[in-house]
């Protein structure tokens, strides 16, 4: 753990009793970019997507990236409702 992240810890500590901050203490994963911590290492390789500007997920019509295939399809349905009408004839 870095120097930034024990410090941070120690600072939680005296605010032990707010929730998100136990949550935090608890955590398994941990960005090293910035505060964001989690239990699930899936999680976390999703978020690190954001600092790396990975975007796996591709829309076929417009090329544009997702994180998740969750937001693509979403922003398919959305962006291009007509546009998959004509796809699926």
Do not use: W
């Amino acid at each position: 753990m870095t120097f930034y992240l024990k410090s941070l810890v120690a600072l939680l500590d005296l605010f032990s009793t707010n929730t998100e901050v136990q949550a935090y203490k608890t955590a398994l994963f941990y960005c090293d970019l910035c505060v964001y911590s989690t239990n699930f290492k899936s999680h976390l390789k999703r978020h690190r997507m954001r600092h790396t500007g990975e975007r796996p997920f591709r829309c076929s019509i417009c090329n544009k990236g997702f994180i998740t295939n969750h937001n693509l399809r979403y922003h398919a349905s959305s962006a291009h409702c007509k546009e998959l009408e004509v796809h699926q004839l």
